[in-house]
């Protein structure tokens, strides 16, 4: 029910910056969890960063320690966007890198939760 779009990815020399995006649309009663997940060649894909709506103000993030300090995710509820800003890019951080969205959709007379993976898009960092 819901469809992810993502982009921003491409080829950048160790120290460049990228901006991922991607964009949710489709039926669905909220968003809940945002996250961006990767997967190199030959290892599991792993958590980068999770964003999550605050209750009574703000957001929570998580990120995964090896790119604190150099990734930032944000989100604009009111596109129902999630972004992952990437400054200081190393060559391990090359991957192909996945949205990943927790939601809630009305299955007949009741709301359950859901999720839907983004196809991907990749990063290359390389001199």
């Known amino acids: 029910q819901v469809q992810l779009v993502e982009s921003g990815g491409g080829f950048v020399q160790p120290g460049g910056s990228l901006r991922l995006s991607c964009a949710a649309s489709?039926?669905?009663?909220?968003?809940?969890?945002m996250a961006w997940y990767r997967q190199a060649p030959g290892k599991q894909r792993e958590l980068v960063a999770r964003v999550t709506p605050g209750i009574a103000s703000g957001e929570t993030t998580n990120y995964r320690d090896s790119v604190k300090g150099r990734f930032t995710i944000s989100r604009d509820a009111a596109k129902n966007t999630v972004y992952l800003q990437m400054n200081n890019l190393k060559p391990e951080d090359t991957a192909v890198y996945y949205c990943?969205?927790?939601?809630?959709?009305?299955?007949?007379?009741?709301?359950?939760?859901?999720?839907?993976w983004g196809p991907g898009t990749q990063v290359t960092v390389s001199s």
């Open positions: 489709g039926m669905f009663v909220k968003i809940d969890a």
């Open positions: 990943y969205v927790d939601f809630l959709v009305y299955n007949a007379d009741r709301i359950d939760p859901d999720s839907s």
